[in-house]
């Protein structure tokens, strides 16, 4: 089920910003700028070298992202997990009683099929399926 962590998913205030920290503290690499009007969001994924990060900055102060940042200020906002069968993913997710913020599969900013599990039942953190 799980072939291991796909990315983490960083809430940042000014992505600009925090693509030049990434690049130039951690030599990462832009793989890819997206934009999400239904999310209210853009996002930068960045390549640190077997792993991958992706800056969360929101486009709205209503959106989840925003929301977050008004709570919490910049930081960790999720762990994603590659999977290789979402839908068994959420099946299985279910069985153990974990509650899903997304009970289908939608299509996310990577153009791959992702899914959250509410971080109440993930011990505190908010969790990602991502087809792989």
Known sequence: MVTGIHHVGIAVADLDESIDLYRSALGAELLHRARSDRDGLEAAFMSTGAGEVELLSPT?????????????????????????????????????????????????????????????????????????
């Open 60 to 132: 709205t102060e209503d959106s989840p992202v925003g929301k977050f940042l008004a709570r919490r200020g910049p930081g960790l906002h999720h762990v994603a997990y590659g999977v290789t069968d979402i839908a068994q993913a959420l099946d299985e997710a279910r069985g153990a009683g974990l509650e899903l913020i997304d009970p289908e599969p939608r299509m996310g900013m990577h153009g791959a099929m992702i899914a959250f599990v509410h971080p109440k039942t993930m011990g505190g953190v908010l969790t990602e399926f991502v087809q792989t």
